[in-house]
């Protein structure tokens, strides 16, 4: 029953998504909402269908999830995904651990946040604020089509199946309980920043204020992509036991592809909102950024690409969702391309200001985004070929640097500059300040030791950048500094961090393979390890074997860390559980491999892996410290929007009053 | 004029053009050796059976180009496959197996069973052949010239309709 209802609130949540785009089309070519009133016979209708369809499709989700609470066997899905003797955590995760569940929690936060605009948004002009919803709801029709039609995660079996087959091992980790959800959330601000960019369009209303409206959601999206990239990448840091933390797989770039766009775009709606320029270019950056999460989805759930994120995918699948990105971003494409021209082209700026240097860091990041959308899809179209080639760190590493190293350097100077036209003397100390810290590391580091040029060069911006990120606070009362501002500071700092991180890991990590009998002792940079034994171990759906490890540094108390080879046997899998001892100047990682036979004396031998990585947890910290750099951004600027409004309509009052007063006097006077 | 706005669509459309065709092509997920085309590596792998001769790469050079096949008495695919090798037998093919980790009593009974195609069959028990060939499993065939170079892989079990295609490859590298 409770599939039923999960399926039925579906199919509701899709006519009403229809009802949505319908009336709202049907609005607009009547001509409804001219007067900037709702009241139109279509007009009317759009907002209650937008935020009905937001309560069924989370209805769906709930009930979803409880048939994975209670591991109802009947349920097609829950039978292939679940088992009842994994924990209730995992069973709860699961639901969105595979393709048709994460489908729904996609459409699911889509309905939400479409209600969400719904229900709050009342800035933007009438007929804008129609396209938009509309567009938001062609959008969901065509997800709710493809669940429905392709992937309907409440088909029952036609018998229960005595046990579920269990989710994949890897996956039950509390890592994964929290990625795909803010990935989600991250692609689906995107979806809304798509919809609001294609209203705005349809409207020619391409206004400071659109991009007051649209840039919450940018700057959510990009928090929650941000949040959500930087789990993955420490979840697959752990959780795989390969001791890196990127690996340029379809997938790690499916996901960093909307971030680099939802960055751009974040940066030219600044601008748009600041002065009123880069119109086209915002449009076309909101069109892209939505585009690259369903190409995304697109390469990950159709198979198209070899990943190790594989879903369990399915050609048709894969043809359902190249219809939808031909319909979304071939129709937005085309649109864009009819329209853009009749957007006039908003003010100018001089060179050196601050919107150049945004512009300037735009194409930068266009560019890195070009580079890696082409290592991504350049295997697909060589095999078109017949010639298989893999794409990896040899080409995204040095060429996505070309653009980067400039993107950093401009990106210690713009926050500097002023909007409009400046003057580069203006901020001649802070320049010298930032380009003689960059050249003091260079030169220390080409001292220090022989490392590669990448590593060294990140080095030095990274020290560049973490300085020039708080020079915009120099000589203002840091009380008096909006938040929005803090924000930018905080997410700049927060990209030093990350790229100190990457940087230094890359010039100074120590790794060293043993094979070693319990007692036998190992150094690795200034740790001294020691085996002591390895013993097995059962956990509630697995065994492993566990190594008892005593690593010490210097003359401190040896710390125990304890590597594991699990097995799970439901499904059977071998995961290897890294073992990690954080210290504040970087990570010591351990990972325990096969028996390695034994020795002369017929003591059993393991293979033990131990990194030493200088400050690689600095990645991780970069970014959740851009994160909350961004969320700052999102609570400023929502306040200061509230408070204008606020005194706006105070002030409105006010003369409303006044007005009314005279209007008495005049009267009592006569 | 403002042709530029129609160059995202175009990217788009190619992007578009490539991905469909790429998803109606069948899924081929095999990976082709490094090796064909190339001198077959040095080896030489003791009996795998006690009644017949072991291999080496020796066996391969002069005469009519030959047939090395990589099996094993564990493989199933190996057993769907075992006909065809005996059609090629008849036909007139020298064929030399490579057996994988295997162990002599079951290679024994496997050709009880299932017949016996082969001239010699080498006992490979760590791979290394296998590695050194660029084999991405069991089974699989390679044509070896008379020169002793690879001059095609067949990935998988041989299927009725590979025994032409493999005819033909022999005739061709006997040329």
Known sequence: ?670 | MRWTLWIPLALFLFFLGVAGYQLTQPKDDTIPSQMVEKPLPEFELPAAVETMPGASRGDFIGGKPKLLNIWASWCLPCIAEAKQLEVLEKQGVEIIGIAIRDKPADVATFLERYGNPYTRIGADDISQLMLDLGASGVPETYVIDAQGTITYQHIGDIRLEHIPLLLEKLEEAAQ
């Open chain 1, 1 to 670: 029953m409770i599939a039923e209802i999960g399926l039925a609130a579906l199919w509701l949540a899709a006519a009403l998504a229809a009802l949505q785009l319908f009336a709202g089309a049907l609005a607009l070519k009547q001509g409804e909402g001219a007067e900037g009133n709702e009241d139109g016979h279509f007009a009317q209708l759009v907002r209650p269908a937008a935020i009905t369809q937001a309560l069924l499709a989370a209805l769906a989700f709930v009930m979803l999830l409880w048939c994975f609470a209670i591991t109802d066997l009947s349920v097609k899905l829950v039978v292939t995904n679940s088992h009842s003797m994994k924990p209730m955590l995992y069973k709860l995760t699961g639901t969105w651990g595979n393709h048709e569940g994460s489908m729904l929690l996609w459409v699911a936060v889509m309905a939400l946040s479409g209600g969400l605009i719904a229900w709050l948004e009342r800035r933007l002009p009438v007929r804008t604020m129609l396209a938009t919803l509309a567009t938001q709801g062609f959008v969901a029709l065509g997800f709710y089509a493809f669940l429905i039609l392709s992937s309907n995660p409440f088909e029952r079996l036609p018998v229960p199946a005595p046990e579920g087959q269990g989710l994949n091992p890897l996956l039950q980790d509390i890592g994964l309980a929290l990625h795909p959800p803010t990935l989600y959330i991250g692609y689906v601000g995107l979806s809304v920043a798509f919809s609001f960019a294609l209203g705005a369009l349809l409207t020619r209303q391409v206004t400071p204020e659109f991009a007051r409206v649209m840039r919450p959601w940018v700057l959510g999206a990009w928090v929650f992509l941000t949040l959500g990239i930087t789990a993955g990448s420490y979840w697959a840091y752990y959780e795989l036991g390969w001791g890196g933390y990127w690996f340029w797989d379809p997938v790690e770039n499916a996901s960093l592809m909307p971030w680099l766009a939802a960055t751009a775009l974040l940066h030219s709606t600044s601008v748009l909102a600041a002065r009123d320029a880069l119109r086209t270019w915002t449009i076309m950056l909101g069109v892209v950024a939505f585009s690259m999460s369903m190409l995304g989805t697109f390469l990950v759930r159709s198979g198209v690409l070899t990943s190790v994120h594989a879903f369990a995918v399915d050609p048709e699948r894969g043809s359902f969702i190249l219809v939808l990105l031909a319909l979304y971003i071939g129709g937005a494409l085309t649109i864009f391309a009819l329209r853009a021209h009749s957007i006039s082209e908003g003010k100018r700026f001089a060179v050196s200001s601050r919107e150049s240097a945004l512009v300037f860091n735009n194409v930068m990041l266009s560019a890195i985004l070009g580079v890696v959308l082409l290592g991504t899809l350049y295997p697909l179209l060589t095999e078109a070929f017949d010639v298989r080639v893999s794409v990896g760190p040899p080409y995204f590493n040095p060429v996505s640097a070309i653009f980067a190293v400039p993107m950093f350097l401009v990106m210690a100077v713009g926050p500097l500059l002023r909007w409009r036209e400046d003057k580069p003397a203006r901020v001649q100390i802070q320049l010298i300040v930032v380009s003689s810290a960059i050249l003091g590391v260079l030169a220390l580091v080409a001292v220090l030791g022989d490392y590669s040029l990448l590593a060294t060069i990140g080095l030095a911006l990274a020290v560049g950048l973490a300085i020039a990120a708080f020079l915009p606070l120099r000589g203002r009362r840091l009380t008096r500094v909006p938040l929005a501002t803090w924000g930018m500071v905080l997410a700049h700092f927060g990209v030093a961090i990350s790229l100190f991180g990457m940087a230094s890991e890359s010039a100074f990590t120590k790794e060293r393979l043993a094979a070693m009998v319990a007692g036998e002792s190992v150094s690795v940079a200034d740790w001294q390890i020691t085996l002591d034994g390895v013993d097995p171990i059962a956990g509630p759906n697995w065994t492993a074997m566990e190594a008892r490890i005593s690593a010490s540094r210097g003359s401190a108390e040896p710390v125990a860390v304890t590597p594991q080879a699990r097995t799970f046997w439901a499904p059977f899998q071998a995961t290897s559980e890294s073992a990690l001892l954080t210290r504040w100047d970087g990570q010591l990682y351990a990972v325990l491999g096969d028996s390695a036979g034994v020795d002369a004396e017929g003591m059993q031998r393991w293979q033990v892996r131990v990194w030493w990585k200088p400050f690689v947890t600095f990645i991780w910290y970069g970014g959740l410290l851009i994160s909350l750099g961004g969320a700052l951004a999102i609570i400023g600027r929502l306040s200061a929007d509230l408070k204008r409004r606020k005194a706006a309509r105070r002030g409105a009052e006010r003369r409303n009053e006044a007005r009314a007063l005279a209007a008495e006097m005049k009267e009592e006077l006569v």
